[in-house]
């Protein structure tokens, strides 16, 4: 796989994260299941290769990649466990995280376009 297909994959599967973020009005999600587990195993995917990829060539993009996804997993998994209030610190952190995660997810897609060749090292 190319860098640039990693990176199109990548703007794939934030298509697929928007998708299977679908609520009605009462808050509950309407997106199919099935979309919601596909979306969650190719960000996942995604995040490992474009880590691993980038690690070599920009060691600071991978690290804020790497630790704002799991930041946003734990602070997501607690926001679902408590019940909601507006102005608790873990919805200020979330969105914080949120942001964070989003410029780290658009820096490492334009670095990936920007990476002229893959290193192979196995060969």
Do not use: C, H
């Amino acid at each position: 796989m190319t860098n640039k297909t990693l990176a199109i994959f990548g703007i794939g599967t934030y298509i697929l994260s928007v998708l299977s973020s679908a609520e009605n009005l009462e808050g509950n999600s309407i997106a199919p299941i099935a979309l919601i587990a596909i979306s969650g195993i190719a960000t996942t995917v995604f995040i490992v290769l474009a880590t691993i990829r980038l690690w070599k060539e920009v060691k600071n993009v991978s690290i804020i990649l790497i630790s704002s996804a799991v930041l946003l997993f734990i602070f997501t998994a607690i926001q679902m466990l408590t019940s909601p209030s507006y102005g608790s610190p873990i919805i200020i952190l979330l969105n914080i995280v949120k942001v964070i995660y989003f410029i780290a997810f658009i820096w490492s897609i334009i670095k990936l376009f920007k990476i002229r060749k893959v290193n192979d090292s196995a060969k």
